[in-house]
């Protein structure tokens, strides 16, 4: 079957409900079809700007607005980015993000030392990703052209729940954003969060977004909340695991070339229940030295765990800008 962007929501929620199995075994198959089923791309995380962030997501503990263990730090040197992106890229790690806790990018000084650093990092042969909230076209230019390989903005949830998670900001706002990365060759990674308090229609609801953007977001990471204390969503009850599962799977199905990028919330997940993630499709993880995803508050397994656990499964590390060409190839352009 070939690449669809006319998904509809009742097409998706059946997939999502189709029997456990059945829709393992289905979104397996496509993944055989589209990705080599032994590589799995490592990310490194990096927080380049740490807290005291403006907007008001639910779910945050950088936001200032809640008292959180994370405290407000200022923009990371050149040099320490270095340094962990080194380190990564001797461990075998294929792609560094760099994430700022600001709501917009501005054309400042510190954004000039953010393309700085893309570009020092970039051509230590890694991919660079970006997460620094909003953008316009002339700011994604820019991070082009100092070889940013994708750009990570989340749409977390559905158009309809979004303003229950965050109001200081729109949906159309980050459709936007994502808008202003396509004018570019920069990737597109965004994705999502479960564990909002959502229904399974807000969840659908967010895929149908996702998968009717064309081309498809070449990347789609799918978290799992990790309740931090002092945010409103603190109390939230955790995912069960066929719930993560389910929307791996339906992700794969409905975007089969993009790559699925199980992401915060992995920690909670065991060895066992990660490899019917990975069986799901799930085909992309972050990985640390610090065990920490961006802050204290959100617990990463480290290289060494992770290089076990993809050793058990016969699985190996994607090296960086592999995908590329192999999605090219396989859709014949
Ligand atoms: N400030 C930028 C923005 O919001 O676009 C980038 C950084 S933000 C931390 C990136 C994504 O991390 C969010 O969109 C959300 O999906 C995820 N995230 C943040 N806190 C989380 C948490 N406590 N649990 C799970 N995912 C979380
Ligand atoms: C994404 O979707 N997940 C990553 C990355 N993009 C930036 C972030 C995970 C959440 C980290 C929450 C924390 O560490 O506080
Ligand atoms: Fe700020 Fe991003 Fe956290 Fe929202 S998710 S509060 S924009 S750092």
Redesign the pocket.
């Known amino acids: 079957m070939g690449i669809r962007y006319d998904w509809q929501k009742n097409e998706i929620l059946d997939i999502y409900n189709t029997p456990f199995l059945e829709l393992v075994y289905q979104a397996a198959s496509v993944h055989r079809q589209f990705h080599n089923p032994k590589q799995i791309q490592v990310c490194k995380l990096i927080s380049i700007k740490t807290g005291g962030?403006p907007?008001d997501?639910g779910?945050?503990?950088?936001s200032a607005r809640y008292k959180t263990e994370v405290k407000p730090e200022a923009l990371l040197e050149k040099d320490t980015v270095l340094n962990i992106a080194k380190k990564a890229k001797e461990t075998g790690v294929s792609r560094v993000c760099m994430?700022?806790?600001?709501r917009e990018v501005r054309d400042n000084s510190q954004f000039e030392e953010v393309l700085d650093m893309v570009k020092d990092v970039t051509s230590m042969g890694l991919e660079v990703c970006c997460?620094?909230?909003m953008l316009t076209a002339s700011q994604a230019q820019r991070l082009e052209d100092a070889g940013l390989y994708a750009y990570?903005?989340?749409l977390?949830t559905s158009a309809e729940y979004y303003s229950t998670i965050i109001t200081t900001r729109t949906y159309g706002d980050r459709l936007n954003t994502i808008e202003n990365v396509r004018t570019t060759n920069v990737t597109v990674c965004s994705?999502?969060?479960l564990g909002l308090g959502e229904s399974i229609e807000d969840r659908v609801g967010m895929l149908y977004t996702l998968s009717n953007l064309q081309p498809h977001p070449e990347s789609v990471?799918i978290?799992?909340?990790?309740?931090?204390e002092g945010?409103p969503l603190e109390n939230q009850p955790d995912v069960p695991i066929w719930e993560v599962v389910r929307m791996i799977a339906t992700a794969r199905i409905i975007m089969p070339t993009s790559d699925v990028r199980l992401?915060?919330?992995r920690a909670k997940l065991s060895q066992v229940e990660q490899a019917l993630c990975f069986m799901a499709g799930a085909n992309s993880i972050f990985s640390s030295d610090d065990n920490k995803m961006?802050t204290v508050?959100?617990p990463c397994p480290d290289y060494d765990a992770d290089r076990d656990m993809l050793n058990l499964l016969g699985l190996e590390m994607r090296p960086p800008f592999e995908k590329r060409g192999l999605t090219d190839k396989l859709l014949n352009v």
């Open positions: 962030c907007e997501c779910y945050c503990a950088q994430g700022a806790a600001w997460t620094l909230g990570n903005h989340n977390d994705g999502g969060i990471p978290n799992i909340l990790s309740q931090v945010t992401s915060a919330g961006l508050t959100t």
